[in-house]
């Protein structure tokens, strides 16, 4: 008996404390929701800056085109050549230097030796000593002769046409068989240089963490009517108008079109 009274008081005493909790509860006043800041013009900018650019329609990537053509009908690259093989040697000389650079150097050099088997008889020694003012000039050298013989040996002493067959060319990667497909024999490639790799990312054309994703993501979007020139008008965007450092967005003729949030106008 007397365990079932204990029993009864504890039972009371809990429902006593009921209304003493929520009127402690009551009491306690509840945490303020934080006060949504206004976003800080800085934060704006980051924001901005990281924001996923809209992707260019059909229409505004033909509009694009369509001014390059009829400002520069005809675009030219600017790796001096004689002709197919010489352009060959240009491309494989030109990496890590300027085109102006190469030129300076390959006049001479083509005046003398504009096919293989001229090259093969210049001989490695004779071939540093033109291309000296390039950069990593003793393993161009090596790369130039061993091209040739290549070219010689299997491919009858002319540059091939095929993709796979100039990748296999010592000193030649997919960049090369890119120029070459398209300046020596019309095919709609599309080179990566720095210059196109950092349009093809600023206007939002073909954004690409790597030279082969911009290059496809600008095959795809740019309509076969101006894939012949597009890779030069490209070139020639970055080169002048869309620098590096200091873009020249005032006189950009695609200005309204481009995505960066950093263009200056
Ligand atoms: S607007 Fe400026 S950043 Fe955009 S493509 Fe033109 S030059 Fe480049």
Redesign the pocket.
């Known amino acids: 008996m007397a365990k079932i009274i204990r029993s009864q008081r504890a039972d009371t005493s809990s429902v006593r404390s009921a209304p003493k909790k929520k009127a402690a509860r009551a009491a306690t006043p509840l945490p303020k929701r934080a006060a949504k800041k206004p976003a800080t013009k800085a934060a704006k900018k980051v924001a901005k800056k990281t924001a996923k650019p809209k992707p260019w329609t059909a229409a505004e990537v033909f509009e694009a085109f369509d001014r390059f053509r009829k400002a520069n009908p005809e675009p030219k690259g600017e790796l001096e050549h004689l002709n197919p093989y010489t352009l060959l040697v240009a491309v494989v000389l030109s990496a890590q230097a300027t085109d102006a650079g190469v030129n300076k150097a390959t006049r001479a050099l083509f005046a003398v030796a504009d096919t293989p088997q001229k090259m093969l008889e210049l001989g490695e020694d004779r071939v540093r000593d033109y291309i000296k003012t390039i950069g990593l000039y003793r393993n161009k050298a090596k790369n130039v002769i061993a091209l040739s013989e290549k070219l010689i040996a299997e491919f009858g002493g002319e540059v091939p046409r095929t993709r796979a067959e100039i990748e296999s060319l010592p000193g030649a990667g997919r960049k090369t068989a890119n120029v070459v497909l398209n300046m020596a024999f019309g095919e709609h490639t599309m080179a990566v240089d720095t210059h196109v790799f950092r349009?093809g990312n600023?206007?939002g054309l073909a954004p690409g963490k790597t030279p082969l994703e911009v290059e496809l993501g600008l095959e795809k979007v740019i309509p076969a009517e101006f894939m012949l020139h597009a890779h030069h008008w490209l070139i020639l965007?970055g080169r002048y108008?869309?620098l590096a450092r200091g873009?020249?967005?005032d006189v950009?003729l695609?200005?309204d079109l481009?995505r960066?949030p950093e263009?200056?106008?």
């Open positions: 349009v600023r206007t965007h108008t869309c873009p020249r967005c950009c695609i200005n481009c960066w263009k200056t106008v």
